[in-house]
């Protein structure tokens, strides 16, 4: 496969090769996912017509945004007519009801992934939104999943004009080389490898241009059908769906505030050796072009590699579950898109490998009152305290379905299947006003954690290394701040040991549910064993004595 780099004349020599090829697979340092690009792709036929030099660009944009829109209208208007007709006569509670909503989910799904990937842009950015929010049908989730993966890059002219308009006409004064080719595409921006004239190698994230006038109108249109579907049938309320939507993509699209988020990513783990956040070069940032240090290293999800580095898989989901409840339950401050792509695992560091962080567009800044709240129902949930954790499910507006713990203990047999059975039953409407009551910071939290599990499960780790994880970071998010200017240095010691030994406890517990779980499952394996054996005794005597 020949790779195209763009070289600028120079008196020194370079040579710059590209690490990263198209494929599936392929990680990069970048966070997003290099799709194989095919020019001759009948999907992209009238885009390369409307890009031609004899239209203007507005009417691109018109053209453009009438066929979106159309398409975006028919197709949720198919959707909803299909829910509302395919189920219509049959009692919720009925077996035939969940089969077929099961049916008409799946067929949904299809039709707005095939929406997504026809579209493109935010439409593909929504799609992976649904797909990462754990509330959503596992039909959705699934099917939507595809596109995280699935993006064309734009052509290297389009870059260009996009580098020169924001960085200045002489490029050649800033690199050596830019590789044409890009080594990642995502949905609203892609990546260049490039090498400054210092010889530093750098990774540039340029944004498609045009995309501020689409988000506008594509996320306006979003919004509107909401408001039909809601107008047509007041059960599917959607507009706290896109009004998250919106917020995420608007700050993803200002790469200044994302490099802000990076600096401030980087100063809260500035002692952790395990994290590696890139660096920003600021005289070659812009709110659409964001130069970054270029990092080596693969998806965190890539086991394979893992093994051959001889990286323990396990141990890398413990690390990553740690740094993420340290964002959660100590710095309030949450990276809201951790995929595979935005996570590499560096077979660099003090511990034989290390984790770097990409992507910062999407933060959230948990509220004080929140992140304490939170670090309490964690604490709540492992010790069993059921009064604790009512309270708090009300605060959160989850009282209704709150658990008496993660695990499902404390809760009779009667009460799982009556919690069951209530789930089952929920209408559209019930799942609406749900999620309309939750903090915003609940749903981005729900959000990360599901995709948290989606990793851990890949690296074959057990869900206790998530428990102990969040365990132990709740209880350092509720100890006092030590500040070395006014505290004593025996009252930061004797707070830590408080900590400490509150984790144990809480570690203890962890460990005493999990021996009753083990037992629990040598009890049912030894009763089926002896059925069997007992079975087996008496059919060697039925056959005896027949004999």
Same mark, same amino acid.
């Given at each position: 496969?020949r790779t195209g780099i763009f070289k600028f004349p120079a008196?020194?020599?370079?040579?710059?090769y590209l690490v990263a090829c198209a494929g599936a697979g392929?990680?990069?340092?970048?966070?997003?996912?290099?799709?194989?690009?095919?020019?001759?792709?009948?999907?992209?036929?009238?885009?390369?017509?409307?890009?031609?030099?004899?239209?203007?660009?507005?009417?691109?944009?018109?053209?453009?945004?009438?066929?979106?829109?159309?398409?975006?209208?028919?197709?949720?208007?198919?959707?909803?007519?299909?829910?509302?007709?395919?189920?219509?006569?049959?009692?919720?509670?009925?077996?035939?009801?969940?089969?077929?909503?099961?049916?008409?989910?799946?067929?949904?799904?299809?039709?707005?992934?095939?929406?997504?990937?026809?579209?493109?842009?935010?439409?593909?950015?929504?799609?992976?939104?649904?797909?990462?929010?754990?509330?959503?049908?596992?039909?959705?989730?699934?099917?939507?999943?595809?596109?995280?993966?699935?993006?064309?890059?734009?052509?290297?002219?389009?870059?260009?004009?996009?580098?020169?308009?924001?960085?200045?006409?002489?490029?050649?004064?800033?690199?050596?080389?830019?590789?044409?080719?890009?080594?990642?595409?995502?949905?609203?921006?892609?990546?260049?490898?490039?090498?400054?004239?210092?010889?530093?190698?750098?990774?540039?994230?340029?944004?498609?241009?045009?995309?501020?006038?689409?988000?506008?109108?594509?996320?306006?249109?979003?919004?509107?059908?909401?408001?039909?579907?809601?107008?047509?049938?007041?059960?599917?309320?959607?507009?706290?769906?896109?009004?998250?939507?919106?917020?995420?993509?608007?700050?993803?699209?200002?790469?200044?505030?994302?490099?802000?988020?990076?600096?401030?990513?980087?100063?809260?783990?500035?002692?952790?050796?395990?994290?590696?956040?890139?660096?920003?070069?600021?005289?070659?940032?812009?709110?659409?072009?964001?130069?970054?240090?270029?990092?080596?290293?693969?998806?965190?999800?890539?086991?394979?590699?893992?093994?051959?580095?001889?990286?323990?898989?396990?141990?890398?989901?413990?690390?990553?579950?740690?740094?993420?409840?340290?964002?959660?339950?100590?710095?309030?401050?949450?990276?809201?898109?951790?995929?595979?792509?935005?996570?590499?695992?560096?077979?660099?560091?003090?511990?034989?490998?290390?984790?770097?962080?990409?992507?910062?567009?999407?933060?959230?800044?948990?509220?004080?009152?929140?992140?304490?709240?939170?670090?309490?129902?964690?604490?709540?949930?492992?010790?069993?305290?059921?009064?604790?954790?009512?309270?708090?499910?009300?605060?959160?507006?989850?009282?209704?379905?709150?658990?008496?713990?993660?695990?499902?203990?404390?809760?009779?047999?009667?009460?799982?299947?009556?919690?069951?059975?209530?789930?089952?039953?929920?209408?559209?409407?019930? /799942? +609406?006003?749900?999620?309309?009551? *939750?903090?915003? @910071?609940? %749903?981005?939290? $729900?959000?990360?954690? =599901?995709?948290? #599990?989606?990793?851990?499960?890949?690296?074959?780790?057990?869900?206790?290394?998530?428990?102990?994880?969040?365990?132990?970071?709740?209880?350092?998010?509720?100890?006092?701040?030590?500040?070395?200017?006014s505290d004593f240095p025996i009252k930061a010691v004797l707070?830590?040991?408080?900590?400490? /030994? +509150?984790?144990?406890?809480?570690? *203890?517990?962890? @460990?005493? %549910?999990?021996? $009753?779980?083990?037992? =629990?499952?040598? #009890?049912?394996?030894?009763?089926?064993?002896?059925?069997?054996?007992?079975?087996?005794?008496?059919?060697?005597?039925?056959?005896?004595?027949?004999?």
């Amino acid at each position: 496969m020949r790779t195209g780099i763009f070289k600028f004349p120079a008196k020194a020599k370079t040579r710059l090769y590209l690490v990263a090829c198209a494929g599936a697979g392929t990680a990069t340092a970048t966070g997003i996912s290099l799709a194989a690009f095919n020019p001759n792709s009948p999907s992209l036929s009238y885009d390369s017509f409307l890009r031609s030099s004899i239209f203007p660009e507005k009417i691109q944009t018109a053209f453009h945004g009438v066929i979106r829109s159309s398409r975006a209208i028919y197709t949720i208007a198919y959707t909803v007519v299909d829910y509302k007709y395919s189920l219509h006569g049959l009692p919720v509670d009925s077996h035939e009801y969940l089969q077929k909503l099961s049916e008409v989910h799946s067929r949904s799904a299809k039709r707005i992934r095939n929406l997504c990937e026809a579209n493109k842009g935010f439409y593909v950015k929504a799609g992976q939104f649904v797909a990462a929010l754990p509330q959503v049908p596992k039909e959705y989730s699934s099917t939507l999943s595809s596109l995280q993966d699935q993006t064309a890059p734009c052509d290297f002219k389009a870059i260009k004009k996009v580098l020169i308009s924001n960085l200045g006409q002489d490029l050649s004064g800033i690199f050596l080389s830019l590789d044409e080719r890009p080594i990642a595409a995502a949905s609203i921006a892609q990546v260049h490898r490039g090498t400054l004239k210092d010889q530093q190698e750098v990774a540039i994230k340029v944004q498609y241009p045009g995309l501020e006038n689409q988000m506008k109108l594509d996320t306006s249109i979003m919004s509107f059908l909401s408001k039909c579907t809601e107008w047509f049938f007041p059960e599917y309320r959607f507009e706290w769906l896109v009004s998250e939507f919106v917020e995420a993509i608007s700050f993803e699209l200002d790469f200044i505030q994302e490099a802000r988020n990076s600096e401030r990513t980087a100063k809260n783990f500035k002692s952790n050796d395990m994290v590696r956040v890139p660096h920003i070069f600021w005289e070659l940032t812009t709110r659409q072009v964001l130069t970054m240090e270029f990092c080596r290293g693969r998806k965190v999800d890539a086991v394979e590699f893992l093994k051959e580095m001889g990286i323990n898989p396990i141990k890398v989901a413990k690390a990553l579950v740690e740094v993420y409840a340290e964002m959660i339950f100590i710095h309030g401050f949450v990276h809201g898109d951790p995929h595979p792509g935005n996570i590499l695992v560096s077979p660099e560091g003090r511990y034989g490998f290390s984790l770097v962080l990409l992507d910062h567009g999407i933060y959230k800044q948990l509220d004080e009152g929140f992140r304490l709240d939170y670090c309490e129902l964690w604490k709540a949930l492992i010790l069993l305290d059921s009064k604790k954790i009512q309270q708090l499910g009300e605060c959160f507006g989850v009282g209704k379905y709150a658990s008496k713990s993660p695990l499902g203990r404390g809760m009779s047999s009667d009460e799982k299947r009556n919690l069951k059975q209530e789930l089952g039953s929920l209408q559209m409407e019930d /799942i +609406s006003s749900f999620m309309e009551s *939750l903090p915003p @910071e609940f %749903l981005v939290i $729900l959000r990360t954690d =599901g995709l948290l #599990r989606s990793i851990l499960r890949k690296l074959g780790a057990s869900q206790r290394v998530r428990l102990l994880a969040y365990a132990k970071y709740a209880l350092y998010g509720l100890s006092p701040r030590s500040n070395p200017q006014s505290d004593f240095p025996i009252k930061a010691v004797l707070s830590r040991l408080k900590t400490n /030994i +509150s984790y144990l406890h809480l570690r *203890l517990v962890l @460990e005493v %549910l999990e021996l $009753l779980s083990w037992m =629990g499952k040598i #009890r049912r394996l030894l009763y089926t064993l002896t059925e069997r054996f007992v079975g087996g005794i008496r059919s060697i005597l039925t056959l005896s004595l027949s004999n």
